[in-house]
């Protein structure tokens, strides 16, 4: 796979979060009445997209297996979150979270990875420490957290994250030819 083609992954990678993190700001709420599937849906598409993408760029990064883990965890998560009605929303809300923050130290680690490769690669970083601040913040704060709050501070994790990988792919994109 060339750097093109990877730029252009992240791209797509970056316009998905950008769409479903609108989704969820969008409609906060219709979200608090649905607030199980509407972040279901989310989690599941993508955790999918997530597990397609670490087999296409398997040769870059630090780890397919981790990529594919991340999408088997969001997808178990929204599985159970759309399909299992009766388990606490309270744990799915922690578990949401947990993903917040182990998200934050891949998206720091993958900053690592492009510090010498792209220009722009402290996006990531900075994109990193809010995706951390935010799963820290549902974790703490679920007990008075309406879940109207989790959706919107998902939303927003979502949304930086997306900006930092299309604007990372877009500036460093014009670079290769091939």
């Known amino acids: 796979m060339t750097e093109k083609r990877f730029l252009s992954n992240i791209m797509v990678e970056g316009v998905v979060l950008i769409i479903l993190s609108l989704c969820l700001l969008i409609l906060p709420r219709l979200t608090e009445l649905s607030y199980g599937v509407m972040l279901a849906c989310v989690f599941i598409t993508y955790g999918l997209y997530r597990i397609i993408i670490s087999i296409i760029n398997k040769t870059y990064g630090f780890g397919i297996i981790y990529g594919i883990f991340m999408g088997l965890f969001l997808t178990t998560l929204g599985v159970l979150l759309l399909f299992v ?14 993903y917040f923050i182990l998200e934050s130290l891949s998206s720091s680690a993958f900053s690592y990875y492009l510090k010498n490769r792209y220009d722009y690669w402290g996006g990531k970083l900075i994109s ?51």
């Open 128 to 178: 990193s420490i809010i995706l951390f601040t935010v799963g820290l913040l549902i974790i703490l704060g679920v007990p008075v957290m309406s879940f109207w709050m989790v959706t919107v501070l998902s939303g927003i994790a979502m949304l930086v994250k997306g900006s930092s990988k299309f604007i990372l792919a877009s500036v460093n994109l014009n670079n290769y030819n091939i």
């Open 85 to 98: 009605p009766k388990i606490n929303l309270l744990w799915l809300i922690e578990l949401t979270g947990v």
